[in-house]
């Protein structure tokens, strides 16, 4: 369904490919890394942004609706007890009645990534082969 490979060089400074396209990631300087690319939370929060829009266009597409411009805000954050948590804040940028927005809130939490997230999906980690 998806897949992704990393090459890690030296340091921070990471190599992401994906098909043909490929981004950067690293730490900031406050972490050690020289802010290269967005960290590594950054990046799982653009994916489930991602996921978000896609979506809830998708869904606005099937029942005729406009959005307009959309813009979705995530901020991943952990209290002092270790307590974690994503807000996301949505925007649209037509107007829509009470009914609409209440529908694309619901749909937001059933997207394929927020999903995965609530779920807590398992990663297998192994060696390669030599």
Not at 100 to 107: D, H, S
Request: glycine fraction near 8%.
């Amino acid at each position: 369904m998806a897949r992704i490979t990393l090459h890690s060089d030296s340091g921070y400074h990471q190599h992401i490919r994906v098909r043909d396209h490929h981004w950067e990631a690293d730490e900031g300087p406050a972490l050690g890394g020289q802010d290269q690319g967005p960290n590594p939370y950054e990046l799982f929060l653009s994916g489930l942004g991602a996921c978000t829009a896609i979506t809830l266009r998708m869904y606005a597409e099937r029942k005729g609706w406009e959005l307009g411009e959309m813009d979705v805000a995530l901020h991943f954050h952990r209290d002092d007890d270790g307590h974690e948590q994503i807000d996301r804040t949505l925007r649209c940028s037509a107007p829509l009645s009470e009914e609409q927005r209440q529908r694309l809130l619901e749909i937001a939490a059933k997207t394929p990534v927020t999903l995965t997230v609530k779920r807590g999906t398992p990663v297998a980690t192994q060696w390669a082969a030599d």
